[in-house]
């Protein structure tokens, strides 16, 4: 099963972009990159997801690599309420059922 | 609209007791999972549900049993709760087994067993 690899935190100034990466080299052609995250430890918050294109929604930008082999979600401007556990995900469809496989995330604090 | 409802928000059992967690959702969603969540790592999955009347096993699911009730509940039974079971755990569902879609999360069960 692919695997994601990200920082363990990463900080950003409020208002500014947040920028952060994930690799999962060893993703297979059929399988998507997903992004959640975590607030406060409650429940998970699906945020986007994509394939080969580069993906933009009303919360965040996904830009992933030619090769697939790493992404970056891009917030655009964060807010001190973005600060959360950021998880990259590979989805696993295996006997046509997907998995959702969560690594440790990257906690980003935005600060003022 | 109430999306993935997980009962009870707190529990705290003693060794070898047991109890369920109760998850159900209101999307008409086929597929339902159990996570559990340990201090500091990422999101575990337990088992899974496919679809009605299907449960399967994911990465750790000792010491745990489910249920599909219908297609809105999947139960999660603790037989014989132990102390490495302490954990917070999280009910999901999707819409479709294979395709493309997201996973939508309870607000989670924080058990203590001691």
């Known amino acids: 099963d692919a695997k994601t690899t990200q920082p363990t935190s990463m900080d950003c100034a409020e208002g500014r972009a947040a920028n952060l990466p994930c690799n999962h080299s060893t993703i297979s052609g059929n399988e998507y990159v997903y992004w959640y995250r975590q607030i406060h430890s409650q429940g998970p918050q699906y945020i986007i997801h994509?394939?080969?294109n580069n993906e933009t929604n009303e919360m965040a930008s996904l830009i992933i690599t030619e090769d697939r082999k790493s992404s970056t979600l891009i917030l655009p401007h964060a807010t001190l309420r973005d600060t959360a556990v950021y998880y990259c995900i590979v989805r696993v469809a295996k006997n046509n059922f997907n998995k959702f496989y969560f690594g440790s995330g990257t906690k980003l604090n935005v600060k003022p | 609209n109430a999306g993935v409802t997980q009962t009870p928000k707190f529990q705290v059992l003693k060794t070898g007791q047991s109890m369920t967690l109760q998850c159900a959702q209101d999307?008409?969603?086929?597929?339902m999972y159990w996570y559990r969540q340990d201090p500091g790592m990422g999101l575990r999955l337990i088992y899974y549900s496919a679809s009605e009347g299907t449960t399967d096993k994911g990465e750790v699911p000792n010491g745990y049993n489910v249920s599909r009730l219908n297609k809105r509940e999947f139960s999660l039974r603790l037989e014989s709760a132990a102390p490495s079971q302490t954990s917070v755990y999280f009910c999901a569902s999707s819409e479709t087994p294979g395709g493309v879609t997201e996973a939508f999360f309870g607000q989670g069960t924080r058990l203590t067993v001691v």
């Open positions: 999307m008409n969603h086929n597929s």
């Open positions: 994509g394939l080969k």
